[in-house]
């Protein structure tokens, strides 16, 4: 017989934000996704937001903005890509202490990209700046590595 396990409130959301992230990332790095696909790829990503919202923490809040924004800007949804890359650089305001050095570089790669989606080619290399000397002071190898990959891939629209 299973042994039967008890989550409280908090730690059931943790859960599924963090599954809804993984499902997200996997239809990301899925090739030749179907209409379908990108349908559930977007809604794994709003439910991953909107757990890790309830979970509390402004910085799960602001990697579930960033999360979306990247969804929308792979699906050249450019205004929504847009707002929610705001939402995501808006967070760091007021919550760097909770922020590690990664999400502020993350923030601005979400609203260069947004930027870009959408043709603005001033506030796309403004932000691509912003995002690269954000992602030079990321104290941690692996993290800049990390930054780094996502900020050399993907579809940049011809502005990077």
């Known amino acids: 017989m299973a042994e039967e396990t008890t989550f409280t409130l908090t730690q ?3 859960h599924f934000a963090i599954d809804f992230h993984g499902k997200t990332w996997e ?52 205004n929504l890509a847009l707002r929610h890359a ?3 650089y808006d967070l760091l305001e007021g919550n760097k202490s909770e922020m590690e050095d990664f999400d502020i570089a993350f923030a601005c790669e979400a609203v260069a990209r947004a930027h870009a989606v959408n043709g603005d080619k001033a506030g796309a290399k403004k932000y691509i700046e912003m995002a690269k000397n954000a992602g030079e002071a990321i104290k941690g190898k692996e993290d800049r590595d990390i930054f780094f990959a996502e900020f050399n891939g993907g579809n940049w629209n011809g502005m990077k």
Not at 34 to 53: F, I, K, N, V
Not at 61 to 75: D, I, N, P, T
Request: proline share 0%; net charge neutral; aromatic share 6%.
């Open 27 to 78: 239809m990301l790095e899925k090739k030749n996704r179907t209409a379908e696909e990108d349908d559930r790829m977007l809604d794994y990503a709003h439910a991953s937001l909107a757990h890790w919202r309830t979970a509390g923490a402004e910085v799960r809040h602001q990697r579930g903005e960033w999360l979306v924004a990247r969804v929308y800007s792979v699906l050249g949804e450019g």
């Open 86 to 88: 705001h939402r995501c």
């Open 12 to 14: 059931a959301q943790l």
